[in-house]
């Protein structure tokens, strides 16, 4: 293994050879320095004070400062804080705090280079789809896109669509129609008083005589304050009342007793399946039934002078 000679003076003047060995000179060497953390404990061992007594003087954590001797600059809120720590440390020591400062940055910025040495782990690696399951899901994102584009435009035209009203007459035939009364039978004595009763005293009577045993019913169509024409149901029938375009004002099934005040408006006309069972009523005066009982009509008209005329027809 390689020497190196070492020259000195002797005693007489002479040189003095020595031979050293190189391991005596790396030992020396390779002797590490202390740290400015090393440095501020022995300076404050010196002085004789304590973490705690320094750490309320100078308003820093005892926890820091015990890091800041230690060397621990991951404990540490960072370099400026760091670095402040450390100047006001110094300074309450009485020590060259440029001086601390510059040899802190020296060890910080070592650390960090002895970080960026060490050689990164290897990147996790990443599963990649396979072709056909990427455009697979291209598809099926594709066909979710359209869906919810197709949902929203039908939603669109339900609320800018109105929906055409039911006419009366669809609707009328939808609902269930009662069925007609079954036909009287009489005696023939019976049917010839009944004859005699009508030629006597007319249809106007036999109504009035019929309204007299009703019983009070619901009215309907109140809101027409200047009717002149009041329908007035003695058996269960259904009822519908339109105007000249086809509107319904009223189309339901009454009850004995129920009475239905029609507006005051022409071209009205009247659909029924028994217009036997209804009595018509203008201006307050009873006209008689609208017809034969069991008898249906079909949009008869219920202006004024046409219910004056078919009463004086008979």
């Known amino acids: 293994m390689a020497k190196v000679t070492r020259h000195s003076l002797d005693g007489s003047g002479g040189l003095d050879r020595r031979h050293l060995h190189l391991r005596e000179i790396s030992d020396e060497a390779d002797m590490p320095l202390d740290t400015v953390g090393q440095d501020l404990r022995k300076a404050r061992q010196r002085k004789g004070e304590d973490l705690s007594q320094i750490s309320q003087a100078l308003k820093v954590r005892k926890g820091y400062l015990d890091a800041i001797e230690e060397s621990n600059f991951e404990a540490l809120p960072g370099r400026t804080y760091t670095i402040g720590f450390v ?3 110094a300074e309450y020591l009485g020590l060259d705090s440029a001086d601390c ?3 802190l940055k020296a060890e910080i910025a070592g650390r960090k280079d002895e970080k960026e040495g060490k050689p990164a782990l290897a990147p996790p690696t990443e599963r ?3 072709p056909g399951a990427l455009i697979f899901v291209f598809v099926l994102a594709v066909a979710l896109l359209y869906g919810v584009y197709y949902l929203i435009a039908a939603a669109g035209r339900m609320q800018s669509e109105p929906v055409a009203p039911v006419p009366a007459r669809l609707q009328a035939e939808a609902e269930p129609q009662l069925p007609p009364p079954p036909p009287v039978i009489t005696t023939p004595e019976q049917a010839t008083a009944s004859v005699d009763a009508a030629a006597t005293t007319g249809t ?8 007299a045993t009703l019983p009070p019913g619901e009215k309907y169509g109140t809101a027409n304050s200047t009717s002149r024409i009041t329908l007035r149901v003695h058996r269960p029938t259904r009822v519908l009342v339109q105007g000249a375009d086809d509107r319904s004002f009223i189309n339901r099934t009454l009850r004995p007793g129920d009475t ?5 408006i022409t071209g009205l006309k009247l659909t ?17 039934f609208l017809g034969q009982e069991g008898t249906g009509v079909v949009d008869i008209s219920l202006n004024p002078q046409d219910i004056v005329d078919r009463q004086e027809r008979g």
């Open 87 to 89: 100047r006001s440390y």
């Open 101 to 103: 400062v510059d040899r």
């Open 128 to 130: 990649k789809l396979p």
């Open 204 to 211: 106007e009577a036999a109504a009035a005589t019929s309204a």
């Open 260 to 264: 239905y005040s029609a507006p005051n």
């Open 272 to 288: 029924t399946p028994d217009s036997g069972a209804i009595e018509v009523i203008l201006d307050g005066s009873s006209m008689g």
